[in-house]
């Protein structure tokens, strides 16, 4: 398996432009989760979902953001409007149960927002 | 009182050294102890998984917990170039699937 696939891996906008991140999760894996990282705040966990439906959300920081799931391989985290404190690392992680204890996470997402 | 401490380091060691890393926690319900492994550029990878107290072997890693007194270590013998890496503890509290990280130590092992 080619583990969980993330992309892009740089991504590069103005402030209020819309980004859209994407994800290819673990084949089997049937719990799906965003995670932000900075310096500041180390790893957040943004959203959670379980079969593709998000079960937790509340570490979404604001509106700008949301998180799809349509299907069991692919999920995407959308920021629009964007705003420079946005920039983080993304990453997308997946795992084979619903508890979180095991995760495997994707190489990530590096987005500045000027 | 943070729910999670870690020492962000750096760690500079030499290669062949003994490594130890350490966290404190601070949340009684936490019953997973776990430490991620994190290269430049690449996202975090499970590295050692323990649920109990006491300490839990694997090759050159030893990953030890001390509930009583909510303190978590990973040690790394004969420690080589390729572990240099920013090490993440992270706990649970089993039926929560959220993960509490630590903020990462980074390693340079030197040859």
């Known amino acids: 398996d080619a583990g969980v696939i993330q992309s892009p891996r740089h991504e590069v906008t103005e402030m209020g432009q819309e980004v859209t991140l994407r994800c290819k999760p673990i084949?089997?894996?049937?719990?799906l989760f965003w995670y932000r990282q900075t310096m500041m705040r180390g790893l957040e966990l943004l959203i959670y979902?379980?079969?593709?439906?998000?079960?937790?959300d509340s570490g979404m920081p604001e509106d700008r953001f949301s998180a799809k799931m349509p299907n069991a391989s692919f999920s995407t985290l959308k920021i629009q409007p964007s705003e420079p404190r946005d920039s983080a690392v993304y990453f997308c992680?997946?795992?084979?149960?619903?508890?979180?204890?095991?995760?495997?996470f994707g190489s990530g997402t590096q987005l500045s927002v000027l | 009182q943070k729910e999670v401490e870690q020492d962000p380091g750096p760690l500079s060691v030499p290669e062949g050294a003994i490594v130890s890393l350490n966290c404190t926690y601070s949340n009684s319900a936490f019953q997973y102890f776990m430490w991620y492994r994190q290269y430049s550029r690449k996202g975090p990878e499970l590295l050692m998984y323990?649920?109990?107290?006491g300490n839990k072997e694997d090759g050159r890693f030893t990953a030890q917990v001390d509930k009583s007194s909510k303190y978590i270590s990973l040690f790394i013998r004969d420690s080589q170039p390729s572990d240099s890496a920013t090490y993440l503890c992270?706990?649970?509290?089993?039926?929560?699937?959220?993960?509490?990280f630590g903020k990462g130590t980074l390693l340079t092992v030197n040859p």
């Open positions: 979902f379980n079969n593709n439906v998000p079960i937790d």
């Open positions: 323990t649920y109990s107290s």
């Open positions: 992270a706990f649970s509290g089993g039926s929560n699937y959220k993960l509490t």
């Open positions: 992680a997946s795992s084979p149960g619903g508890l979180g204890e095991k995760l495997f």
């Open positions: 084949s089997g894996h049937n719990s």
